[in-house]
């Protein structure tokens, strides 16, 4: 239901009780309360929706109540009131110029198993000179006002220092998508020919959001730390025709400005996207320093302690995205990235072109030590690794790899709905220099402000290393395991042998590690991969099969292997 449908019900509700509840009607008290019933039900009906009301109460205190209001457009919305309590307060202009209207939990539920949950709120009602009806949060907060002008049907949300965030809980199956925080600004609904008009200006503080990476730790957060955003856009819904146009929006967030227009048509049959965005030219020094409360140390050594002449480079990034979001396969992505390198490469990243010590932090508190040169034994160079290894590596982590830059959006779309459609976020869309940013420069918190700083860090790397070395350092650092870093340990571990004699079932399965080498320890726990696990292998193992990697028979050969590992201690994290 639409905010200016759903008030334009409350209040067709309320003035209709009103009416009824004239001291010369109370002798008709139980009359009145099926009169009172039935009227809901019929406007119901009439605006095309389905009504039930478990309650009707007509007394003193309050004068008016129901109990168990549900109101449904079949097959698309739901909205369940537990108890609506009104009570009169006359003054002025007729019987609802001034009265208050007590709420308990509201429940919205729509497609997709979205759920929109209301704590018990108290608000005012008036209706003032010109005739508009409006609604004023009064418990459990102030700072909301909602407004609906008869004359134009026209519709307002209006915030000020809103704590939306404590108000209402937006939730997916039962996880936590948005956390509003507090909210200024406005909301309007207007009516043109054949179509709503839309005008949105807010601001939240604090707002936390699900994350975007994928692969999340079982004990994590569900939303991200806190963060400030500022949205702007104007549009249009045309209601018969399914289209939504947002031809102008601007996003703004942690040091990082987007704007653009939206098209949405056809909906909600087969709903198909076009999407088109600009990110602003924004200095690469300035996103680090505005995206955490301090950039990650070892890029922040070396600003020269913030000299102002010192610079990381500048980029803008444009796009357009189109698709069915029935059909993540469906999606193109056309990308325009503009980076202008800084002259002087961080002593940080330069340190990379050459032998290093990356540290790690365990999760019992202890350092590790990883030798990133032939001193290691544990080192290999890219040219000792299999060649079918890296293609695996490449078709299962980053197939563009080779043609970005550091980002690409192509994989974006489809990681998304693919997430959105299992409930959970088991894809992320990091191009391997992404995460090869995380892993060296990052902590493991997930937030909107990392993932700015993993797209800055990753145009660094591509600027000052080649597309080879950036592979030799990714598969000698990243995580196969518990304490397992870098690809000949995990060879090892795994399968007691070494990269070169890995088969292409083994490969497969070091790849599909890779999202959640901790978490997956639980699939390799019994020895063999788990019956969820091994369909992340054969998937690796059709692709392969799909380029002419690997012929006919090493796949069947693949397919049929047990694929059998090393478990220490008999049993999986």
Known sequence: MTPRRLLAFLLFGLAALAAALAPAAWHRRAA????????????????????????????LRPPLLLTGVRVARPGKWTVAVDTAALTLRPRGQGLLSGARLELGRVKVSGPGGVTVDAVPTVWDVATGDSGAQMLELREPATGLSLTRRSESAAFEAQATG????????????????????????WLRLGSAPGSTTLDVDLQARGMRMATLDGASGENEAPLAPPADLRLRLEGSWRGEEGRLDLPRWRLATEGLSLSGSLALTDVPRDPRLVLAFEADRVDLARLLSLSASEAPSAVAASLGGGNADESLGSASLSARVTGTLSDAASFTVEQRLDFSPPKRIPPSIERLRRDFVHEVMLP?????????????????PLREVPPLLVRTLLLGE????????????????????????????????????????????????????????????ALLLESALGKERILEIYLNVIEWGPGIYGLRPAAQRYFGKGPAELTPGQMALLVALIPGPVRYQRSLATGTPSPGFRPLVDHLLAKL??????SEDEYETALADELRVAVPGGAGE
Request: no cysteine; hydrophobic share 40%; net charge neutral.
């Open 32 to 59: 009145l309360e099926s009169q009172i019933r039935a009227r809901i039900l019929s406007e119901a009906t009439r605006r095309g929706l389905v009504a039930q009301v478990g309650g009707v109460h007509v007394g």
């Open 162 to 185: 809103a704590p939306l965030g404590s108000l209402i809980t937006l939730r997916r199956d039962g996880v936590p998508l948005l956390d509003a925080g507090v909210v200024d600004g």
């Open 364 to 380: 019992d508190g202890e350092r590790r030590a990883i030798d990133v040169s032939p001193a290691s034994p544990d080192f290999v």
């Open 398 to 457: 980053d197939a563009g790899f080779f043609g970005h830059h550091g980002i690409d959006l192509a994989e974006v779309p489809s990681a998304i709905l693919t997430d959105w459609s299992r409930g959970t976020a088991v894809r992320g869309a990091s191009t391997i220099t992404q995460q090869l940013a995380k892993n060296l420069f990052l902590s493991r918190e997930k937030r909107l402000g990392r993932k700015v700083q993993e797209v800055a860090l």
């Open 545 to 550: 099969r799909s380029v002419d990697a690997i």
